[in-house]
């Protein structure tokens, strides 16, 4: 009997099915395979049905270089045009081998062993990004990337994402590996304008592709990650860090020896010739065009680009800003400036990023991030309006005594105790200080991010007074929404984009009713306030014949010089300085920056109309001011006594200032 169990025994064991649903892995497992296969079958389904479309989008493959874009004014007149750099369509056998190394070394290593996607590559992205907790790393092929110059547009869509996949796949079955590469090197985009490695090597180094070295090969194949930011004639200092990162990749890869590498990451940054002056208006185009292919894709023709810029307002910033360089650089030591003009509503009317664009396309009005200085406070006034505070409630101003931050007002003057309007009228560091302690770091931080600061601020009391870095357009954007009454705003210089034959590839949607970032009144209210800077304090240089609203900025030792206001039609910004963080002497921001606010000023005066912010401002501010401006004989001691008032400079408790490392490279 024991036998004959036994047996029975074993012949019911052989019939166990794969699952063993009666413990709770064997369920698991049950139903993981079960949900694997459905999603393996919806997988199939969306992608057959994605797949619908790629007959008519592989007919219009297109593999020659981009076509030219004209870049147009306001007016009709035209800006720039691009394409007129013509390389040739070279094949790979025909490119240097250690340009073809230093691409795939960077780019993509496997290149000449995947099927068009690397899953390696995507689970190693993956990774990454999970580890940083953002996006900091792509795991597209080469054949992805050129999938999607070729046949898609930037959106950054599932559907997208899958047909990119798929095209890869076509192209890999379709075209030899070394045709997937030359396609891609002879219309991959490598900045200022220019298409395709040879174009770039032109451009660049002034040579044929067929002749740069190896250093030269690793700052162009360095460029395809961000071409404007590692653009050896934009930032000779970041495009040698990043050629020095493709050298040692190639090494990693085992393209080149570790002795070739350390021959070139020993030699220095190339300098950038002495700027000279002129063609301003391209840093405005350069920076239209970097955006093009995320709004637009490809085209497959020639395009037209018609932008916001106003001509006579770009030349005046120009001008002004050339005038105020050439004539006080050498003995104030200025060698750099920014400007940008817009509307309230985000619409750019000018943009200068720099003295001269044909030494230097480096675009200090967009790429550089710079400390504010006290161009920073009307955000923390605002903040204080918005914690309940008025203009008019008292404030002690005197010397900081206690803790390790121990701010000082400039040139050690106090003045007592003052309102909180004229604190700022005065920029008073010591009030700034008091307000960020009372109302908190973080919200200001959050004022800030509200009006349209996007750069990253540290919730520390030193924010108060402009520590943190930021860039002269988005520093303009935020002004822009104090200027519409408190709207968010979001800058654009795209109007409308048509092809020769007027196909419409995009057309600026009219404005929609701006969402709400601060109250009307509290805007208006800081307005009020602003408007003093500019009649009786450290602004009084950009005093214009009609009211405007300012604030000056100046940071340590004079590295950065600030002015920023606006008006009802318009907002503009300056920023003056040096590349190194040098500093300046004795330049403050309510000195040559005013002047050249002023004069770009001028020149928009009664081309635009008004701005209705919805919003009244009392007279009450008046009284308050005269009290303190010498209208009386109190006020005398409160008088502004400096011509545009030497502006505000932090002090350590030891009597030390606070300094910026000098640097070689742009600070991007």
């Known amino acids: 009997m024991a036998r004959r169990k036994s047996k029975k025994s074993a012949k019911n064991s052989s019939k166990t ?162 045709e997937i590469l030359s396609a891609y090197l002879n219309r991959v985009y ?100 970097d955006g093009l292919e995320d709004l637009i894709g490809t085209p497959q023709e020639d395009i037209v680009i018609e932008t916001t810029m106003d001509s006579k307002i770009q030349q005046a910033a120009e001008e002004a800003l050339l005038k105020a360089i050439l004539e006080n650089g050498e003995a104030k030591q200025i060698s750099q400036g920014a400007v940008i003009a817009m509307r309230p509503d985000g619409r750019v009317l000018a943009m200068v990023g720099g003295r001269d664009y044909a030494a230097s396309q480096f675009n200090r009005a967009v790429q550089a991030k710079r400390q504010p200085g006290s161009s920073f406070k009307p955000y923390v006034y605002l903040a204080a309006l918005e914690y309940g505070l008025r203009r008019d409630d008292l404030f002690m101003d005197q010397k900081i005594t206690e803790g390790r931050y121990r701010p000082q007002n400039f040139g050690g003057e106090y003045y007592g105790e003052v309102p909180m309007g004229v604190a700022l009228m005065l920029s008073l560091n010591t009030v700034a200080f008091q307000i960020a302690k009372l109302v908190g770091p973080e919200h200001i931080v959050d004022t800030a991010r509200r009006l349209g600061i996007i ?121 003056m300085g040096n590349d190194d963080y040098s500093p300046m002497k004795n330049v403050t921001g309510g000195s040559y920056p005013a002047d050249v606010w002023k004069q770009t000023m001028l020149a928009a005066r009664g081309r635009y109309a008004p701005v209705r912010t919805n919003a009244s401002i009392g007279d009450s501010f008046e009284s308050l001011i005269n009290r303190f401006t010498g209208s009386d004989e109190e006020g005398d001691q409160y008088r502004y006594r400096r011509e545009a008032q030497e502006e505000e400079e932090i002090r350590w408790n030891d009597g030390s200032t606070s300094r910026i490392p000098a640097n070689s490279d742009y600070n991007n």
């Open 455 to 575: 750069s990253k601020l540290n919730p520390d009391l030193s924010l108060a007074l402009g520590t943190n870095e930021v860039s002269l357009l988005e520093h303009a954007t935020a002004y822009a929404a104090l200027a519409n009454g408190g709207g968010s705003v979001f800058p654009y210089a795209i109007t409308k984009i048509t092809g020769k034959d007027g196909t419409l590839y995009y057309q600026k949607r009219e404005d929609r009713a701006r969402r709400r970032v601060a109250d009307a009144a509290l805007v208006a209210e800081l307005s009020s306030m602003m408007q003093q800077v500019l009649e009786n304090g450290t602004g009084q240089r950009a005093r214009l014949p009609w009211p405007a609203s300012g604030k000056t900025g100046t940071s340590q030792d004079s590295r950065d010089a600030w002015f920023m206001g606006f008006t009802n039609e318009i907002v503009a910004g300056v920023w």
């Open 17 to 178: 099915p794969f699952f063993n649903t009666s413990s709770f892995l064997g369920w698991a497992l049950k139903w993981a395979f079960v949900a694997a296969l459905w999603a393996g079958i919806f997988l199939s389904a969306l992608c057959a049905w994605y797949a619908q479309e790629l007959p008519d989008i592989t007919q219009k493959a297109n593999f020659e270089r981009k076509n030219s874009i004209t870049v147009k004014a306001a007016d009709g007149s035209v800006i720039a045009r691009y394409g007129e750099i013509r390389g040739n369509s070279i094949t790979v056998e025909e490119m240097p081998a250690h340009l073809v190394y230093a691409v795939l070394a960077i780019e993509d290593r496997r290149f000449y062993t995947h099927f068009g996607i690397d899953p390696f590559g995507l689970v190693r992205a993956m990774g990454k990004n999970v580890i940083h907790g953002r996006y900091v790393q792509g795991g597209s092929t080469i054949t992805q990337q050129l999938a999607k110059n070729l046949f898609l547009s930037q959106e950054r869509t599932f559907k997208r994402k899958i047909q990119e996949a798929m095209l890869a796949l076509w192209l890999e079955y379709e075209l030899t590996k070394d």
């Open 190 to 289: 490598m900045g200022s304008g220019t298409y395709g490695v040879d174009a770039a090597a032109r451009l660049y180094f002034n040579k044929d592709i067929k002749e740069i070295n190896l250093q030269e090969a690793a700052k162009l194949a360095g460029l395809l990650k961000a071409p404007s930011r590692y653009s050896p004639l934009n930032n000779p200092g970041l495009s040698k860090e990043r050629a020095d990162i493709v050298l040692n990749a190639m090494v990693d890869a085992g393209y080149i020896e570790k002795e070739d590498a350390e021959n070139f990451t020993k030699i220095p940054p190339v300098p950038t010739p002495k700027p000279t002056g002129g063609n301003a208006e391209r840093y405005f185009s350069d920076w239209v065009v």
